[in-house]
């Protein structure tokens, strides 16, 4: 897995976009950004992934750069449920994913 | 409702007895993995399955067994627990193992906590 780089952590206002940044320069063509949650000691979430196009879907929209070295996770209005904390992976290798420290999100009132 | 089970929740057990902690899927994923927590060493895979009768280790297999004789089941099993195997542990299960099939399906997890 290539290694990536988060945000000890972030505040979001609710209501608001929470736009989460992840860096990941050493990105090889194969590998995939994935995303993935956990709030509080329940079980991660997973999110979203992509490989190179941007992707949406219910819960966030992913954007990869043109040069694949970072990624932004959007979660388009944050709600205090969104408080969690958020791991971005790069990975190509589906059997084993590498979780992080990930960035703790603190959505607040 | 397409989930991952653990069982149990909470277990406290003795130095040296075995137990085991079942996990079960009803999503006919073919590939199912388990993952312990720790404070300040994130999560750490353990052991996974790519399908029936094929399991491999993961980052920290030492002290735990598995097996997969069934899709839907992939019980944890630790011998002889020790107090350093005290962890929070998830079992996952996803479409396949192959990349960009889709993301992984966590359990609620087991807090194990050995004395």
């Known amino acids: 897995d290539a290694k990536t780089t988060q945000p000890t952590s972030m505040d979001c206002a609710e209501g608001r976009a929470a736009n989460l940044p992840c860096n990941h320069s050493t990105i090889s063509g194969n590998e995939y950004v994935y995303w993935y949650r956990q709030i509080h000691s329940q079980g991660p979430q997973y999110i979203i992934h992509g490989l190179k196009n941007n992707e949406t879907n219910e819960m966030a929209s992913l954007i990869i750069t043109e040069d694949r070295k970072s990624s932004t996770l959007i979660l388009p209005h944050a709600t205090l449920r969104d408080t969690a904390v958020y791991y971005c992976i790069a990975s190509n290798a589906g059997n084993m994913l590498t979780f992080g420290g990930g960035t703790r999100l603190m959505v607040k009132p | 409702e397409a989930q991952v089970t653990q069982n149990p929740r909470y277990l406290i057990t003795v130095t040296g007895k075995k137990l085991t902690v079942t996990c079960s899927q009803n999503m006919n994923h073919e590939y199912m993995s388990w993952y312990r927590q720790d404070p300040g060493l994130g999560l750490r895979q353990i052991y996974y399955?790519?399908?029936?009768?094929?399991?491999d280790k993961g980052d920290v297999p030492e002290g735990y067994k598995v097996s997969r004789k069934e899709k839907r089941n992939f019980p944890l099993i630790l011998e002889s627990p020790s107090p350093n195997q005290t962890s929070l542990y998830f079992c996952a299960s996803s479409l396949s193992f192959r990349p960009g099939d889709g993301g992984y399906t966590f359990g609620s997890g087991t807090r194990l906590t050995v004395v």
């Open positions: 399955s790519m399908n029936v009768e094929v399991t």
